[in-house]
């Protein structure tokens, strides 16, 4: 299991760390252009019931030093609310009414 | 049926009488030669907000700035002193561009003791002074004192680092901004380091996407979804009315009465907004800022957001729930501009207030998209040219002050042009 994103008290959503553990909101927002609804679907309702408690692990440390695992955890809590916009909101990857328009994020505090 | 009070015309438009309430032309927005004029008559007399203080946090701190819809590269510095500067950013030598990272097009930042041009090695203080010109000895009568960067005129508001590319200012920085805008001395801007920038090429004019920004007639029918998950919030239907408005000089304000979600009932929410607390007004929880100068000036009950239009192309967006955002709308063409957002939060302590931050950065870029996603449109309806006047309603005072503005200030720089050539 050494090589396991998330805390092991997270195994259960660990299926979903290896594309949604990403540090970046690039990274996010094309990951979930290049998703399907059925495949966002399955890690929001995998993850949402959990995201409370995993949000109190990571309070467990200080913001600026997250062990790897708590880490990983906060970024797939960021991949989380990326895909709830597709899953609660939108019901598509993209924005309604976004068109042809493209917004890029280009500074953003870590982790 | 007004939800609030107006003022004693009955109405925020002809509160103003300059205004007049007749239909609007925007040739202003789909003209090549009214921008060839705009930018002499707007850009090169204003006061142009070009970055905030805490992008230079020391001394020696330094970043680029390039508005290429003017054709001008700027470099703004903490000189060794403290005192900050901004500088063309050209080689005195051969022009080079001086200070830039991975390709001239793009920008840099960083802390140096001094700036050094990657042609022929000529350095430059962060005062602009040159320092040293590799090979003197081959110069002819060479002075370096009188070889320093072109300095541009740079000041400093409320941590809003300023520039002004006339050559004499006709107003100081605080003349310009007036008592309105200056009011806002001493909020804590300085508070909110936490900073999330966005940036987008649209496809219109820069005053069509600043007209999406000044007027909220357009959030229930364009943002339905932003209202909430239920068939009772997305309602199309419903009403918007900002609670005040103000005018002074050129710069504009709007204050709403807020949309409180914080107060709402769970079955009214996104579930990422239960779980995060936040949302498009921003985290609910907001930070003890202590007092808060300048803002609210009407004193609305209920305030929601003040959105301060500082001409031409600055709105300062602040939150009830302490935390500011800014957007600045530089021109490329005509009909193309760049778009800045920098979103700006007291830095988090722990995961569950950057997730907070987080949702509400999300949110801002994924109703943006909407905004930006309807612009193009606008602009080629524009530029079909069907219509000579389009009307506006009174909750589009700030579109019609604006537009009005701008073009007097573009008549004023005929009128002195041609005062000019007669003499």
């Known amino acids: 299991m050494s090589d396991a994103l998330l805390p092991p008290e997270f195994a259960d959503v660990e299926p979903w760390a290896a594309t949604w553990c990403l540090a970046t909101e690039p990274e996010r927002w094309a990951m979930r252009l290049a998703s399907t609804m059925d495949e966002m679907q399955a890690f929001y309702d995998a993850f949402f019931p959990r995201a409370e408690e995993a949000i109190a692990w990571c309070d467990r440390f200080p913001l600026d030093a997250l062990p790897a695992d708590a880490e990983h955890l906060l970024q797939l809590l960021h991949s989380l609310l990326m895909v709830s916009y597709a899953v609660e909101v939108w019901h598509q990857p993209e924005v309604v009414h976004g068109g042809s328009a493209v917004i890029d994020r280009i500074v953003e505090p870590r982790p | ?423």
Request: aromatic fraction near 14%; charge should be negative; proline fraction near 7%.
């Open chain 2, 1 to 423: 049926m007004a939800r609030f009070p107006r003022p004693p015309e009955g109405t925020w438009t002809e509160h103003y009488p300059g205004l007049g309430t007749g239909p609007v032309a925007f040739e202003d927005s789909v003209s090549p030669a009214f921008y060839e004029l705009e930018r002499e008559a707007v850009f090169k007399r204003a006061w142009l907000n070009v970055g905030r203080l805490e992008q230079l946090p020391r001394n020696g701190s330094y970043f680029s700035k390039n508005l290429p819809g003017l054709r001008v590269s700027l470099v703004v510095t903490r000189d060794r002193d403290g005192r900050v500067r901004a500088f063309h950013n050209v080689c005195r030598h051969r022009g080079n561009k001086l200070v830039w990272e991975g390709t001239p097009r793009d920008e840099a930042r960083g802390n140096a003791r001094q700036l050094v041009c990657k042609y022929h090695d000529w350095r430059y203080g962060l005062d602009g002074a040159c320092r040293y010109v590799h090979q003197e000895g081959e110069f002819f009568d060479i002075d370096k004192g009188k070889l320093g960067l072109a300095p541009v005129h740079c000041d400093v508001f409320a941590g809003f680092v300023f520039v002004n590319l006339d050559r004499e200012p006709r107003w100081t920085l605080r003349e310009y901004l007036g008592p309105m805008v200056g009011a806002l001395d001493g909020y804590p801007f300085d508070r909110m380091t936490e900073r999330y920038s966005f940036r987008a090429e649209n496809d219109s004019n820069w005053k069509i996407f600043i007209d999406a920004f000044q007027e909220y007639y357009h959030v229930p029918p364009l943002h339905t979804h932003q209202l909430g998950p239920t068939p009772e919030a997305q309602n199309p239907e419903y009403e918007f009315e900002a609670a005040h408005y103000q005018i002074d000089g050129p710069h504009r304000m709007v204050t709403t009465s807020g949309t409180h979600k914080h107060r709402w009932p769970a079955e009214h929410l996104y579930p990422a907004e239960a779980l995060t607390r936040s949302g498009s007004t921003g985290p609910w929880d907001a930070p003890d800022l202590g007092e808060l100068p300048g803002v609210n000036p009407s004193g609305v009950e209920r305030w929601g957001i003040d959105n301060f239009q500082v001409f031409p192309n600055l709105e300062i967006l602040i939150y009830e729930r302490n935390w500011f955002v800014t957007y600045r709308y530089w021109p490329t063409s005509h009909n193309t501009h760049v778009f800045e957002g920098d979103l700006h939060f007291v830095p988090a302590t722990c995961a569950r207030e950057r997730l907070a931050h987080e949702y509400a950065a999300l949110t801002f870029k994924e109703y943006g998209l909407q905004d930006c996603g309807t612009l193009d449109g606008t602009q080629m309806g524009l530029e079909q040219r069907v219509f000579d006047e389009f009307p506006l309603g009174d909750q589009e005072i700030l579109v019609r002050q604006f537009h009005k503005t701008v073009g007097e200030w573009v008549d004023a720089y005929e009128r002195e042009r041609g005062e000019g050539g007669k003499r």
